[in-house]
């Protein structure tokens, strides 16, 4: 069985995978239900605003997302984790220019049912000129 680390980075992994290739229902499988996202300048957010986030209106095509993440740290302490990451992310909406965002983010999962999960993260990544 994969260290507790190596199922944190490979969950990490996962989630940039589902999210270039825009697979919503892969992306929220990743999280607890009671999720909270903190981002700048917008209130905390849960699991229904993000999948809002993620979906694209009905017949429209979807922004192109690429990303990289880079792990600073990783801590687990029982069935909570902490992960520091430095993050690099791209999107192209559809016939739009490019926007980059570059910052870090401090995550936390949690284990359940004996899988990592993301419960809380603060996203500090802002745009690149």
């Known amino acids: 069985m ?10 990490i992994a996962k ?7 825009g697979d919503v229902a892969t992306v929220l499988s990743l999280m607890t239900d009671d999720v909270v996202f903190l981002v700048v300048g917008q209130p905390p957010f849960g699991k229904e605003k993000f999948a809002e986030l993620m979906k694209s209106p009905p017949g429209a095509p979807r922004p192109q997302i690429d990303g990289r993440s880079e ?20 999107m ?3 016939g739009g ?20 999960r993301l419960a809380r993260d603060a996203n500090l990544l802002t745009t690149v000129s």
Request: net charge neutral; no cysteine; hydrophobic share 35%.
């Open 2 to 11: 994969a260290s507790d680390e190596q199922q944190i980075r490979e969950l």
């Open 15 to 21: 989630w940039m995978a589902a999210t270039k290739t």
């Open 71 to 90: 792990i600073q740290e990783i801590q687990v302490l029982g069935d909570y984790a902490f992960v520091w990451t430095r993050l690099n992310v791209e």
């Open 92 to 94: 192209t909406p559809p």
């Open 97 to 116: 220019q490019t926007v980059k965002r570059s910052g870090h983010t401090l995550s936390v999962l949690r284990r359940t049912d004996g899988q990592w």
